[in-house]
Every structure is written in structure tokens, then in C-alpha cells.
């Protein structure tokens, strides 16, 4: 895992920033309601198509989503109506 790139932010519905390490071709995206996750090995031209691209959404699921290895590096958690949902319990009637 290589930590956290330099990334730079786009402006996408499900895409908050995109960085790239061109030492060890690994590209990062940082998703709004996911997290961070590295791809690994992925080409500098797949990076660079990739900032391009009008829809970045949309150019991630044709050319680098199921086609790279990926980490995720920080998943977000999911609230619920304001509160964790790792926080919640189920009630059980007695």
C-alpha cells in the first residue's frame, strides 16, 4: 500500500479528487461516499485519459474499474440518521 498521493480535486457526482504516483503507476480516487482506493499498476495514459475525460464517472467504470487491483485505503462509514451505524443495536422484545 502506498499511502496517500497528492490528489487533485474533480469535479464529478461520485468522484471527489484523483491523484497519480507515476514512480509506481498507481493512481488514487477518492470516492464522496466510499473512500479512498488505490488501483495498481495502471498507466500513465489511463491516468491522463482519465483527468481528461469529461465524465470521470463514467470513464472509471469503462477503463479502470474490474480492469486494475485495487486497495481500499480508508472506507467511509455509512451514518444513519446521524449516528454510526457500528454505534446502533437492535432492541429485542423480553
Known amino acids: 500500500m502506498s499511502g496517500y498521493l497528492e490528489r487533485t480535486p474533480v469535479k464529478s457526482t461520485n468522484i471527489a479528487s484523483i491523484g497519480y504516483d507515476s514512480w509506481t503507476n498507481t493512481l488514487e480516487v477518492e470516492f464522496k461516499a ?11 495514459q489511463v491516468y491522463l485519459a482519465f483527468m481528461a475525460a469529461k465524465s470521470k464517472g463514467l470513464f472509471f467504470h469503462e477503463n479502470i474499474r474490474d480492469k486494475y487491483r485495487y486497495n481500499c485505503l ?21
Do not use: R
Not at 34 to 44: D, I
Open 34 to 44: 466510499s473512500g479512498v482506493y488505490e488501483y495498481l499498476s495502471v498507466p500513465k
Open 74 to 94: 480508508t472506507p467511509k462509514e455509512k451514518k444513519e440518521h446521524g449516528k454510526d451505524k457500528k454505534s446502533q443495536t437492535k432492541q429485542t422484545a423480553d
